[in-house]
């Protein structure tokens, strides 16, 4: 098991630029080196990402035989970096005003951003950047990004979206998509408010409040779908002295807001039975492709060397056979991995 950790160069002296913060005052910053920890004996590597970046440069001249040049990563290691969160929330935060380059527009302020608001906990808060497995705009295959919605200053509709790749082959390439400012597209705090105003989720969440439990609404997902957009908001249940627990997942998509157990129930209610035939159907409402996650037990173990056991017997299909693959197919393909995903996890 590796940790790894991103390390950044920073300073508040750069000419000509906007300051900002990231825990402290900054108006520039690379993440140019990636930190990997071996969890076993201790080991660290100090991998060199950003080799234009010249404070980092003068590190290495002080420090020659501490950093090691990215291109020797082992492939295993590097297939698992990912855009931190840090650095795409100073350049979110940058672009909520530096998207404008009109001078006169620019200088009026006529189109700031905002980050948009979500209940998180139940409680409203501003949304923060999150990572998902999707297929951006030009490509031809998924892939993990980190993705934030805007809105305008002072309004709740939705204007654009913000995506960074992670992909080794298009990491650090950043996408920005943006709806005409007269097109109506829901944005995460309306969304919320049409979750609030639905009267069957809203006498259900009312039911469980009132059996000395505690309903927790998850983190608001936004996921470009195509040439629209995806709202998914998973709910928990926690009782008094007990720990919270996946009970519903709420999906709102064009103008439906659904409630069903998981995820592809609510997506076989939002798009319809007759887009999935009868096997595909089957499959997501029984056993098999959609698996609830059963408790695992609490039972204090000896810590021992890790052994090779069997593997649940469930069989995700590669990428690259999903290319051009129906709604149905993709619905099944996500929920089988997400099953199998917990079988691993509770396997060991």
Known sequence: ?????????????????????????????????????????????????????????????????????????????????????????????????????????????????????????????????????????????????????????????????????????????????????????????????????DPTISAQLSLWNQQGSQVIRGNLLVIPLGNSLLYVEPLYLQAAAGIPELKRVIVAANDRVVMAPNLGLALVEVFGEGLLDDEVLAGLVGEGALLEPSPVAETPVEPQEPAAEPRPDVTVPPLAELEGASLAQLIVAANTAYATALQAQQAG
């Open 1 to 197: 098991m590796y940790w790894f950790i991103d390390a950044y160069t920073t300073s508040l002296r750069f000419p000509y630029s906007q300051p900002s913060t990231l825990n402290r005052p900054l108006n520039y910053i690379r993440n140019s080196v990636k930190v990997i920890v071996n969890a076993y004996d201790g080991e660290v590597d100090f991998y060199l990402v950003d080799e234009s970046d010249p404070i980092v440069a003068a590190y290495r001249k002080v420090f020659p035989r501490l950093f090691t040049d990215f291109a020797e990563m082992p492939d295993g290691l590097r297939a698992h970096i990912r855009f931190p969160q840090d650095l795409f929330t100073v350049q979110a935060r940058i672009l909520t005003v530096y998207h404008m380059t009109e001078p006169n527009e620019f200088y009026n302020r006529e189109d700031v951003w905002q980050w948009p608001q979500e209940y998180f906990d139940n409680q409203p808060r501003e949304m923060e950047p999150y990572y998902v497995l999707m297929q951006l705009p030009g490509s031809n295959q998924l892939d993990f990004n980190q993705i934030l919605p805007f809105t305008p200053a002072n309004r709740k509709n939705m204007i654009a979206w913000f995506a960074a790749k992670s992909n080794p082959d298009e990491y650090g390439e950043k996408l920005l998509v943006t709806f005409g400012k007269d097109s109506l597209v829901y944005g995460p705090e309306q969304i919320e408010a049409r979750i609030d105003q």
